[in-house]
């Protein structure tokens, strides 16, 4: 079978979790860039790529590189481009996104028409026409510039793919499902431990933990743009994906509540506001996990846990758009106190707000993650390295903490 270049965008500082899911499905690893990995799969590489992978946003198959600093340049080097082996004659193609950085020819309006331009070119002298009615099937297409070195790539999957179809509604300040899943694959937590989200909004860590402990493919409940490419992905690619994926999921688990380990399974979300608490079970339940969570309305001050060993993963406010950053201090010196009453545990938690280490106190791991264009860490705790008395401790008014959380 055919095989392509494909590439797996995903959040910057977390290429090494992506490269180590590709190469789990199988697939040899060509390059690994800020943001991105590349990777060698024909057909049923698309398909199953699209429907395992837990971390990237989506799947690209690659066109063609070139270097290009004029607009002429561009115009040709893409017209070169052997689009008739990817877009039939009744094809929709379109530049649906452009970026340019570092890059001469940076207007990425101006890119997307000369390279739709030199697309039509190119079809139209090789199918023998003028126009193209477009009316068959949607090819989009992606382009990177980075130092005049242009990146052009079909998107195998139309939507993002942390548009699971399970998160309908959302909390004020949501993590992406991509990003959850990410994370908690890089905490290292397996499910014969405790997962808890104190802090939990519409519920995203804990259903993708759940997720990931019952084997649910991400893809398997979702349309993806390049099912409707025939001339390149059989029919048959698809069905053995999603056939594939439905064999792999612990049903075990999920009617019982029992793991692979034979322990039962704990994972549990808290949030203070009772608002997002329903939200967050229903999303549990498209997802098909309701009972192997427990949802819950409480104060971080109050979260205790009896368990042994177990990992905490939340996205705590950190003031840039719905927290006052005066109410930050006390929420998480009480997060604090929470993880250092529990045993073995360790802690892991994505904010944006420079002080966190303030009031957390020193982290044993400190990775820079960027969620979009925000620049964020991801702080890691064990309890073999916490720190028990911070540089700052803060005791704000009563009211105060209720006012710092969600």
Known sequence: MKTFELIAPCHFGLEAVTKKEIINLGYDITEVTDGRVSFIGDADAIARANVFLRTTERILLKVGTFRA?????LFQATKSLPWENFVPKDGSFWVTKASSIKSKLFSTRDIQSVMKKAMVARMGAYYGVDWFEEHGAKYPVRVFAYKDIFTVCLDTSGESLHKRGYRLKQGLAPITETLAAALIMQSGWREDHAFVDPMCGSGTFVIEAAMIAANIAPGMDRAFVSEAWT?????KCWYNALDEADEAIDQTLLD????????????QGYDINPEV????????????????????????????????FGYILTNPPYGERIEDKRNLPLLYTELKEAYQGLDSWSMHLITAWEDAQKYLGKADKNRKIYNGMMKTYFYSYDKRYIQHSAPHDFRGKPGAAEQAKR
């Open 231 to 235: 001339n390149l992905i059989d029919k």
């Open 277 to 308: 608490i329903p939200v967050a079970r229903e999303n549990a339940e498209r997802a098909g996990v309701e009972k192997i969570v427990h949802l819950q309305v409480r104060d971080i001050a109050n979260f205790s846990h009896s368990g042994k």
């Open 256 to 267: 019982t509540g029992v793991n692979r380990f034979g322990k039962k399974v704990d994972i």
């Open 69 to 73: 600093e004029t607009w002429e340049e």
